[in-house]
Structures are given as C-alpha cells and as structure tokens.
C-alpha cells in the first residue's frame, strides 16, 4: 500500500524550510514538493534579522553571505547618512538560493522527504486524506502546509485566496561586482513612490532592487537603472527579476479542514519595511507545531494557528501598515524627521530584532509625522 505522509508541505522556501525541519525533527513523515530543480534562484534582497536563530538549533553561518552592522540612507541619492544599527548581533545577508538550499537540506538530515522539480498540480479531499497530484505521480497524506509564496497556487485550490493582502511588486538584480562595503546596506526613498531602493550587499556581488508596497502603479526599472548607475555599475547584461509581495491586511483565515498556509502563502510580510524571510520562518515553526497538534488529537489545533499568527504577528503588522501609509504618504517629511535621526534606526533594528514591536513605537511616530505635516 502507498505510504500515508502525516504532511505534505509544498515549497521549499523559509516557510517551507522551517515547516519541514520541526515536523520531522519530531518524528513525523514529512514530504516536501518542490516545484524548482534546488538550489533555485528566488528574487530578494536577502537581508535576514539574526533573531531567527532561536528558532532552530542549528548553526546558520554557513548559508550567509556577510554581515551588515551599518544603514546608509539617501534622499535623491543625496543627503547621505550613515546609521549604525547598534544590535549586538549584526543583520544576515543571504543568497535566497544557498539559504533556503541549507535549510531544506536540514530538514532532510531529519528524516522529511524532499522532491525537487515536482509541482503540485492538483489536489483532492479525500475523507481525511490529501490526494496530491504532481508531474511525479501521487502522494497521500495527512494534513497539508501551503507554504508555495506569492505566486503558489495552493490557497487558490483550498479556497483561502480571500485573505487580506495587499500585493506590491519588486524588481531584484545581482551583480557581481567588488564591495567596498560589506558591512553596509543601503536605502534610497526619494526615488520610488510608496517604497524604496535598496543595495545590499553580498560576499561579492550587490543585491539591488526596487520595491513599491502601495496601490499606485508604478515605473520601476527606470529609477531601478538610476540606482545602479549611482554605484558605478550597469544594467547592461544583467536579468531583471521582478516578482509580487504579498503584504499583510490581515487578520485572514488561514486554516481549513486538514491544511494551514503560512510564509509569504498566508501575506505574512511586513507592510512597511517588506521584510518576509523571519516572518515566513515563524509561520513555518507554529505551522509544524499546529500540525503536531493536530496530529496528537487536538481538535482546534489548525485554528488555533490562524488565531496566534493574528494575535501574536498579524495585530502588530496593523500597527506596521498604519505607519507605512503616513510615512509613503509624505516621504520627504519622513526622512528628514525620522530617518535622519539615528534613534530611528537604532528603533528599526530592534523591531528587526524582536526587542521591540511596532505597537510600542509607530503612534508616537505616526503622531511626529502628521504634527510636522501641519
Ligand atoms: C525583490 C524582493 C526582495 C525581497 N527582499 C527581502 C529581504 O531583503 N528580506 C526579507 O526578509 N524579505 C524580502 N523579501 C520577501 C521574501 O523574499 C519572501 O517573503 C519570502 O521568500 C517568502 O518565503 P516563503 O517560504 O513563504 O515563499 P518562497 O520563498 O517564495 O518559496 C515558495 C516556494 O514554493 C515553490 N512553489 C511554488 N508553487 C509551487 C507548486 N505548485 N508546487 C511546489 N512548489 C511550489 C516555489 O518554487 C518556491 O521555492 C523580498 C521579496 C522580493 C520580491
């Protein structure tokens, strides 16, 4: 008789990734599908919080590129200024590839079972069983974890598309070009309407992209050209990435009978700053822990999941968006009265970090921002 996995978890991203590691680590027969040959490219920037590190036990250094302990802002490419983030462990730059590639190989050595270029095609109720369809054959398991990204279609098919997300787009490029700088991230705002441009770097190359996070359509690839320029480097030759962003408006369901969405699949990512990689990873680590739940008998374990993400993530991304709409409201007030001083920075990296939410901060700050407007 086919074998009966406890779960199929489908993407091998972070979401994905950290889903699988906790479930098998618990004993549990874990199957991952994949649609990509791995490693595979994923469009990002790739800058990860080190506070994600609790969450595994496992030592992370080999998947990152370089550290970044320093924010440069500019304003028209103007107006430089450097801020130190002041955290006692510096942020991570990652390749999306080399990480997510590291992560999924972890969850392998504990017992989940990983096929690559496999997508899932279809999938069927039955009973209590998934029925999967994919180009490789069928698979039958338990429950179900929908951690496929931004363009997955896995919601869609458990008619859970309807959760509240807002969709911005990004463009990513990498070139491969010497750093000065490693330890140095950069943001531009003035170029780009309800977002920014950023330059992170990696051990040897630059991540840059271009990221709009409003409901205004947008030209990204012409300040997108600019940017690069203002580093000395070109476009030419290299391949423009663009991909959506799934940015939470929640609180949505996230649940139904028998399967849970998490990662970037349930719009967990941060409405202000598009941060989606720590996010995807704590999904994916309540995702496996309401799985084992469900799996011990708990009854209400998989709604329980859609109540704690809302409680303990989604309420303060609230907090994330309402600031977001006043600071890509007036973007030109926001730098000079926030991102110029260093104490916003100092205050990002502890939100980055987990020290600080954003409930604590962002009505003071929304409230500076709308006095200085008057
Ligand atoms: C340009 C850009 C820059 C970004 N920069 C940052 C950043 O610097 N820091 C940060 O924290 N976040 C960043 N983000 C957000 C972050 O990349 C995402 O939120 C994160 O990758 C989501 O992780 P995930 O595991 O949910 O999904 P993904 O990483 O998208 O993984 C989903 C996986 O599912 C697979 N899949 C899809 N369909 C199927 C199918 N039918 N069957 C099987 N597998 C399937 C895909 O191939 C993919 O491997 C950025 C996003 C963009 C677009």
Excluded at 92 to 106: A, G, P, Q, T
Excluded at 183 to 210: M, Q, T
Excluded at 327 to 339: C, E, H
């Amino acid at each position: 008789m086919a074998q009966v996995y406890d779960c199929a978890v489908i993407g091998a991203g972070p979401g994905g990734g950290a889903t699988a590691y906790h479930l098998a680590r618990r004993g549990y027969r874990v199957l991952v599908l994949e649609k990509e040959s791995l490693p595979r490219y994923k469009p990002c920037g790739g800058g990860v919080s080190p506070a994600v590190a609790e969450w595994f036990d496992f030592d992370w250094s080999p998947a990152i590129a370089t550290y970044v302990d320093t924010i440069r802002y500019t304003w028209q490419m103007e107006e430089r200024v450097d801020a130190p983030l002041e955290l006692e462990r510096p942020i991570w730059m990652v390749r999306r590839d080399s990480f997510d590639h590291f992560l999924i190989k972890k969850a392998v050595a504990q017992g989940a079972e990983l096929r690559t270029a496999c997508p899932l095609t279809a999938l069927e109720r039955r009973g209590d069983r998934w029925e999967l369809t994919t180009s490789a054959g069928s698979f039958t398991s338990r429950y179900l974890v929908a951690a496929d990204g931004a363009k997955g279609p896995t919601a869609r098919w458990l008619g859970l598309e309807k959760r509240a997300i807002l969709i911005g787009g990004a463009i990513e490029v990498e070139i491969v070009a010497p750093v000065p700088e490693p330890n140095v991230a950069h943001f531009e705002f003035a170029l780009v309407k309800d977002g920014y441009l950023w330059n992170f770097p990696k051990d040897n190359a630059h991540s840059i992209g271009i990221g709009s996070f409003g409901h205004r359509k947008v030209d990204l690839k012409t300040p997108l050209a600019r940017y690069v320029e203002s580093f000395g480097l070109s476009l030419a030759g290299v391949t423009l990435h663009g991909h959506p962003l799934l940015l939470w408006r929640g609180p949505s369901r996230l649940h139904t009978e028998g399967a849970i969405l998490c990662g970037e699949a349930a719009g967990i990512v941060d409405p202000f700053t598009a941060e989606g990689i720590r996010p995807s990873l704590y999904t994916g680590v309540q995702a496996a822990g309401a799985i084992a739940a469900a799996l011990a008998g708990e009854p209400n374990a998989l709604e329980r999941y859609s109540e704690q993400i809302k409680r303990e993530w989604g309420e303060d991304l609230r907090w994330a968006e309402r600031l977001a709409q006043v600071f890509y409201a007036f973007p030109r007030i926001a730098y000079r009265v926030g991102v110029q001083q260093p104490s916003a920075t100092r205050t990002m990296g502890k939100i980055l970090s987990g020290s600080l939410r954003y409930r604590d901060v962002a009505e003071r700050a929304i409230r500076r921002l709308v006095g200085h407007r008057r």
